[in-house]
Every structure is written in C-alpha cells, then in structure tokens.
Nanobody, 128 residues
C-alpha cells in the first residue's frame, strides 16, 4: 500500500500550487481521503476531506474559498488545488485515507494515525 504526494514547492504569497496524491495497493474508491498539514513547531491540522465518490467536500475554515479538493478514482489520485496562498499555509502536506462503508460517510481527523493509510508528505513553502 502506498500514498505518494507530489506537487509541493516554494511559491510567493498569492500564488498557486496543485498537490497530487497517488494511491496504490488498495481500492482507492473505497476510501474517504483527506489532506492534513503540519507547520514547523505546530501540531497537525486537518485541511480538507472528500468522500468516496467525490461528490461531498469539506474544508477547514482557514482554507475555505482558497483550496479545492478533488479526486479521480479512475487514476487513483487525490488532488488539492491551492490558490491565494499565504505564508501561514507553509507546512508539510500529507494525504491520508480511511475506509468508508458508504459514500455518505466522511472523516476529518488531524491525527494521521486515525487513518488507515497516509503518505510521506510534500513540502509547501509560501514566502516572498
């Protein structure tokens, strides 16, 4: 089982990045997916979640209106489009998945150990 994040980097305030998370070794479409981030010296923060079929999306107040989560179950890939980035968005971004019994369920924990699978993270740095 693997979740591999990519797309991180350094960007100026106001810029955009698109993160990807490729899953393998499990039935991706059975898992609700989340993005969780951890800034230096701070605890983990749940950022966004999406249900199994992609029709329901949830966001932390800190990113609502700026970030968009999506998934492509045919490609076993999760995405996070991040616009209007701020220095406070600087963090290591993890994708994480938890098995869901139905598309009506969702999961929004900031604790990676509460998920079934998570990746190694991709660094996002917002700085001028």
């Amino acid at each position: 089982v693997q979740l591999v994040e990519s797309g991180g980097g350094m960007v100026q305030p106001g810029g955009s990045l698109r993160l990807s998370c490729a899953g393998s070794g499990f039935t991706f479409s059975d898992y609700g997916m989340s993005w969780v981030r951890q800034a230096p010296g701070k605890g983990p923060e749940w950022v966004s979640a999406i249900n199994t079929d992609g029709r329901s999306r949830y966001y932390a107040d800190s990113v609502k209106g700026r970030f968009t989560i999506s998934r492509d179950n045919d490609k076993n890939t999760l995405y996070l489009q991040m616009n209007s980035l701020k220095p406070d968005d600087t963090a290591l971004y993890y994708c994480a998945g938890r098995y869901m019994h139905s598309a009506a369920q969702y999961f929004t924990s900031s604790n990676l150990q509460a998920y079934d699978y998570w990746g190694q993270g991709t660094q996002v740095t917002v700085s001028s």
